[in-house]
Nanobody, 123 residues
Framework: QVQLVESGGGLVQAGGSLRLSCADSGRTFSSYGMGWFRQAPGKEREFVAAIAWSGGRTVYADSVKGRFTISRDNAKNTVYLQINILKPEDTAVYYC????????????????WGQGTQVTVSS
């Protein structure tokens, strides 16, 4: 069982940074690949980043590569998304997800989803 709760969103100026957190209250956090998605107003949900259960493999969308970093701390049942050099186009609701592996997550498939946290980037 997995229950995901995101936090860390907010209003940030362009060029700033945020670190999003996703806490899992389930008992098998280490068994899942984890990922982040985002959905901007009026747009479809898109894949952002994924990380393997061991933390050794990561996958990023081209649009965020180099600025976003996904990590996890299995001892804390938490996955993070560090967002640097924020741009206005990063404004979206960011969702945490758990899935079988990074490959399926990067293609938009996940077994569990969080409720989302809002990130707003001002110019």
């Amino acid at each position: 069982q997995v229950q995901l709760v995101e936090s860390g969103g907010g209003l940030v100026q362009a060029g700033g940074s945020l670190r999003l957190s996703c806490a899992d209250s389930g008992r098998t956090f280490s068994s899942y690949g984890m990922g982040w998605f985002r959905q901007a107003p009026g747009k479809e949900r898109e894949f952002v980043a994924a990380i393997a259960w061991s933390g050794g493999r990561t996958v990023y969308a081209d649009s965020v590569k180099g600025r976003f970093t996904i990590s996890r701390d299995n001892a804390k049942n938490t996955v993070y998304l560090q967002i640097n050099i924020l741009k206005p186009e990063d404004t979206a609701v960011y969702y945490c997800a758990a899935g079988a592996n990074t490959a399926v997550i990067s293609h938009g498939r996940a077994d569990y989803w969080g409720q989302g946290t809002q990130v707003t980037v001002s110019s």
